[in-house]
């Protein structure tokens, strides 16, 4: 007696393989059209918009001014070159001379990096507290059904001539 073989790649029809494809595929738009998914790809075009502010803040404000109060240092250029045939002083044109460590930048990343974290540390805090407001918030009783129908029918005692 021979056992059934389970079925392959190879011995599937043409009709469920292209019916596991619109399987997938309507599968694949519920998946994409939730809410959740749209805000997220959101969030991630703001955060690269914001990343690059955070850059330029770095890079153009914060780094100048450290750069003034320390007597003009400029970490964008702070490298270690590891080959013999580096011999310039500014960072990108010793990268294209050879290997060079360039912990200059490293620190610059750094900072951004510091930046970014400390905005969202404090976003998420004003986020939490505004949300602890909402919940101490009682919310609306309502009232029981037999007090309303009691109401209700006290207001119409109410209007009924004497």
Known sequence: MERPRPKTATMLSHDSIVTGRNVMLEEFKKFALR???????????????????????????????????????????????????????????????????????????????MIIALVLFVTIRMINKLKKQEEAKPAPTEVPADVKLLSEIRDLLARRPA
């Open 35 to 113: 809410g959740n998914v749209v805000d997220l790809a959101v969030g991630v075009i703001i955060g690269a918009a914001f990343g690059a502010i955070v850059a330029s803040l770095v890079a153009d404000v914060i780094m100048p001014i450290v750069g003034a109060v320390t007597g003009g240092l400029d970490f964008s250029n702070y490298f270690i070159p590891l080959s013999k045939n580096v011999t310039a002083t500014a960072y990108l044109d010793a990268k294209k001379q050879g290997a060079v460590l360039g912990y200059g930048q490293f620190l610059t990343v750094a900072i951004n990096f």
